[in-house]
């Protein structure tokens, strides 16, 4: 995925961006980064500093966290979770086949927010719909 416009239509398919129009699109895509990891590589780990939202362009990777394993697609995201506050990470996330990761730093997602600011409104549409599931599985790892 290397082209600018790539990057905006893989942006436009996930569900974070999706409602994003396409210039805004492209101005996320030129902050974008690219990493390549291998099979079994760790992204992060518990107790990290979390400073960056990851896309998977390519391969998937599989999220640890107490007592559960979830893996991810391509299309998915991670670590969007601790990109508004100072908290480390909380999780484990290990490449689950050889991996391509887009990455959007905090200090990128704040710029393009002040930028455009229906970006800002897209991520709080999306986190209140994602805000009640949450709090669904933090119950249920509480009940098992």
Request: net charge negative; proline share 3%; glycine share 2%.
């Amino acid at each position: 995925m290397k082209s600018l416009i790539e990057r905006a239509f893989f942006l436009k398919k996930t569900r974070l961006f999706s409602q994003l129009d396409l210039e805004i699109l492209l101005a996320i895509a030129e902050k974008l980064h690219e990493d390549d990891y291998d099979k079994d590589e760790k992204v992060f780990t518990p107790g990290q500093v979390a400073n960056r939202v990851y896309m998977i362009a390519s391969g998937a990777v599989a999220i640890f966290s107490h007592n559960s394993i979830k893996e991810l697609a391509v299309g998915d995201f991670f670590g969007d979770e601790s990109l508004f506050n100072d908290q480390p990470r909380e999780y484990t996330a290990i490449c689950a086949s050889d991996t391509i990761l887009l990455t959007l730093s905090r200090s990128h997602l704040l710029s393009i927010i002040s930028e455009c600011p229906s970006v800002a409104v897209q991520l709080l549409q999306y986190y209140s719909q994602k805000l009640p599931c949450r709090h669904i599985e933090k119950s249920m790892e509480i009940e098992s």
